[in-house]
């Protein structure tokens, strides 16, 4: 046990990125870890379960009220004959998105008590929606719908979700 410049060490902590990692992005990463273990009962149908598990994550990270979907989504049977649909709202998503991530933004603000101070900048993360693009189509043109069970098609619409969201990015 090293007391010696105590105090200067603690400054630094303080003033180092590491500092903050600790306490949002640990906090996020229980969150992770919790809403994962939430997938599971979302598979086995037992709502109460899921619900328990989403507030204690919420309870770690805000941002894991975006679990509460996960539910629906999941259970949801999206099938090729939706893509009529699908495609265009992707598309009004995609193009929107500014205007629809100001209205998502000052929505959840009012939830949160403006805690979240968001605004959407250009990453370049196209390389991402690409890629998720690639597994969406495949997943709707190559994989038969006839041997699909409840997880495959679960997990089609959350990745159908999922790119909807990168959209955002």
Same mark, same amino acid.
């Given at each position: 046990?090293?007391?010696?410049?105590?105090?200067?060490?603690?400054?630094?902590?303080?003033?180092?990125?590491?500092?903050?990692?600790?306490?949002?992005?640990?906090?996020?990463?229980?969150?992770?870890?919790?809403?994962?273990?939430? +997938?599971?009962?979302?598979?086995?149908?037992?709502?109460?379960s899921f619900i328990i598990l989403v507030l204690i994550a919420?309870?770690?990270?805000?941002?894991?009220?975006?679990?509460?979907?996960? +539910?629906?989504?999941?259970?949801?049977?999206?099938?090729?004959?939706?893509?009529i649909f699908l495609i265009p709202g992707m598309g009004v998503? +995609?193009?929107?998105?500014?205007?629809?991530?100001?209205?998502?933004?000052?929505?959840?603000? @009012?939830?949160?008590?403006?805690?979240?101070?968001?605004?959407?900048?250009?990453?370049?993360?196209?390389?991402?929606?690409?890629?998720? @693009?690639?597994?969406?189509?495949?997943?709707?043109?190559?994989?038969?719908e006839k041997q699909c069970n409840e997880e495959i098609f @679960?997990?089609?619409?959350?990745?159908?979700?999922?790119?909807?969201?990168?959209?955002?990015?």
């Amino acid at each position: 046990q090293d007391k010696r410049h105590s105090i200067i060490k603690l400054a630094l902590f303080i003033n180092m990125a590491t500092f903050i990692m600790f306490f949002s992005g640990l906090r996020q990463s229980i969150a992770i870890a919790i809403g994962t273990i939430s +997938y599971e009962y979302v598979k086995k149908r037992k709502l109460l379960s899921f619900i328990i598990l989403v507030l204690i994550a919420i309870g770690f990270h805000h941002s894991a009220f975006i679990l509460i979907l996960l +539910y629906p989504l999941y259970h949801f049977r999206l099938k090729k004959k939706h893509l009529i649909f699908l495609i265009p709202g992707m598309g009004v998503i +995609y193009v929107l998105n500014k205007q629809i991530f100001g209205i998502m933004t000052s929505f959840f603000d @009012g939830i949160f008590g403006g805690i979240y101070d968001a605004e959407i900048t250009s990453t370049g993360a196209y390389s991402t929606l690409i890629l998720f @693009g690639m597994f969406l189509v495949f997943s709707f043109i190559v994989v038969d719908e006839k041997q699909c069970n409840e997880e495959i098609f @679960g997990l089609r619409n959350i990745l159908v979700f999922a790119t909807m969201l990168q959209f955002f990015v």
